[in-house]
Nanobody, 126 residues
């Protein structure tokens, strides 16, 4: 099992940047695919991006491509979400998620992940 704790959320003006962190406890962090999702009030949880176990490959939702970057440090059991050029529509609670997975596909759907953090609020003002 793995426990996930997000941090780094806050209030930022449009055009600004934030970096979210997700610290994982438990063993074999490098065996887990990690994903980021977000949920705005009244909306369903949506996929933001994912990173493979080694960190060598990433995949993003079209809405954040070119603005957000996911990275991971397996030595620190941490995955990051660097968010640049933030827009008011990026306002949401952001969640990291983990899946023990040895396959070759990107995991894009919330139900594919087994472990979730508690979320961190990101608010972008216009």
């Amino acid at each position: 099992q793995v426990q996930l704790v997000e941090s780094g959320g806050g209030l930022v003006q449009a055009g600004g940047s934030l970096r979210l962190s997700c610290a994982a406890s438990g063993r074999a962090f490098s065996s887990y695919v990690m994903g980021w999702f977000r949920q705005a009030p009244g909306k369903e949880r949506e996929f933001v991006g994912t990173v493979t176990r080694s960190g060598g490959n990433t995949y993003y939702a079209d809405s954040v491509k070119g603005r957000f970057t996911i990275s991971r440090d397996n030595a620190k059991n941490t995955v990051y979400l660097q968010m640049n050029s933030l827009k008011p529509e990026d306002t949401a609670v952001y969640y990291c998620a983990a899946k023990y997975y040895s396959g070759n596909y990107f995991l894009l759907r919330a139900y594919e992940y087994d472990y979730w953090g508690q979320g961190t609020q990101v608010t972008v003002s216009s």
